[in-house]
């Protein structure tokens, strides 16, 4: 498929799934938000490749939202080919490139999009045009690594009750407090973390990093009834809050992130965000203690909004690459890659490496 040929496919498909969130996007709390637009370009390469190669690259979310809005891919395979491709189940984006055997496998994806901070005033009900049933049906299910049942349900039982909470919004805080005050982000844990919940609850292993403390919170909002979602992304630029550790710009390489969302009928999609509050603990100016300040300012504000110099790739969890010979990836926020020896790890820069950058774009 040619360069061209994507962007025009994009805009009908964006065109197409935006029409619903973009009125709901009107009645978001914080839609004067300003907004910004960025440039994230992705270059991979794979190294010492046996017979043929192939490689997948997440693209931004394709639906607009109150947070984000979609401007756009454009990608080239060196000596290869490459096509669009998108998950039937979540709905998520990718570029796909293969390469014969014999061929160095060279991917460059460049992405536009626009963002603006997202904020939800739970302390009164805006009426959100409802969402689809059957996509709130498909957030509150288990999944392999999310279990909703067994000691995942025993757990989220016992943190509601101890809490006194009612209604989903109280239930999904009492859940954020929970993780925040029971679980910490662990420095020797790979990339973003593996994000199995089934193996941390049932081992009350409580510690790892966004993909394993934002899935925690997510299985155990499911597991009460409450559709709820993780998103995979990746920090764009600094934090304007005064939080180094929660932002990142130029070389974005590992600057993956994921957050986390839930679904009130009263407030829409809430954003949340445990994770970052046990970052801010263990990173910020070498370390906070919980009842410091600049923990509790982040405690606060990270359930119910998102400060914006962030991506959002997509929602998908075990996610089936097309043309793979192997199993799902858990979630599809790096980028991922398959030779005739199997599928490389995405964080092992001496056989697949690759470079993200970020740059903002003014008009």
């Known amino acids: 498929m040619e360069r061209r040929d994507f962007l025009r496919l994009t805009g009908l498909a964006s065109a197409t799934l935006a029409a619903p969130a973009a009125t709901r996007a009107l009645a978001a709390e914080g839609a004067d938000a300003p907004w910004r637009t960025f440039e994230v370009t992705t270059r991979v390469e794979v190294l010492d490749a046996k017979g043929p190669t192939r490689v997948w690259v997440p693209v931004p979310l394709l639906e607009d939202r109150t947070f ?8 080239e395979a060196i000596g290869g080919n490459t096509r669009f491709a998108l998950d039937p189940h979540y709905s998520a984006g990718m570029v796909c490139g293969e390469w014969p055997e014999g061929v160095k496998a060279v991917l460059e994806l460049k992405s536009r999009f626009a963002t603006r901070d997202v904020r939800v005033d739970l302390s009164r009900p805006f009426n959100p045009i409802p969402e689809s ?5 498909r957030y509150t299910q288990s999944t392999p690594h999310m279990p909703t049942g067994g000691a995942v349900l025993d757990l989220s ?16 805080r009492a859940i954020y407090e929970w993780i925040v005050e029971n679980t910490y982000r662990d420095p020797k844990t790979k990339g973003c973390g593996g994000g199995d919940v089934d193996f941390m609850v049932e081992n009350k292993a409580w510690g790892g990093k966004c993909a394993d403390l934002n899935a925690l919170f997510t299985a155990l909002a499911r597991s009460q009834g409450i559709p709820a979602r993780d998103v995979y992304g990746i920090r764009v630029a600094d934090s304007k809050l005064g939080y180094k550790s929660l932002g990142k710009s130029g070389d974005i390489t590992k600057a993956q992130h994921c957050r986390a969302e839930f679904y009130s009928k009263a407030h829409g999609w809430v954003p949340v965000d445990p994770a970052d509050v046990r970052k801010v603990i263990l990173e910020e100016q070498g370390g906070k203690k919980i009842d410091d300040p600049m923990t509790v300012a982040a405690r606060k504000r990270l359930f ?60």
């Open 68 to 75: 984000l809005k979609p401007m756009g891919n454009s990608f």
């Open 133 to 137: 049933p059957v996509l709130l049906a």
């Open 157 to 172: 039982n016992r943190i509601v009750k101890d809490a006194g909470a009612g209604d989903d919004v109280e239930k999904a």
């Open 304 to 363: 119910g909004s998102w400060e914006m110099n962030w991506l959002g790739y997509n929602y998908a969890n075990d996610v089936a690459l097309p043309g793979s010979t192997r199993g799902p990836v858990n979630f599809l926020m790096y980028p991922q890659s398959e030779t005739a020896e199997g599928r490389r790890d995405s964080l092992d820069a001496e056989h697949f490496t690759y470079q993200i950058t970020s740059k903002e774009l003014t008009a």
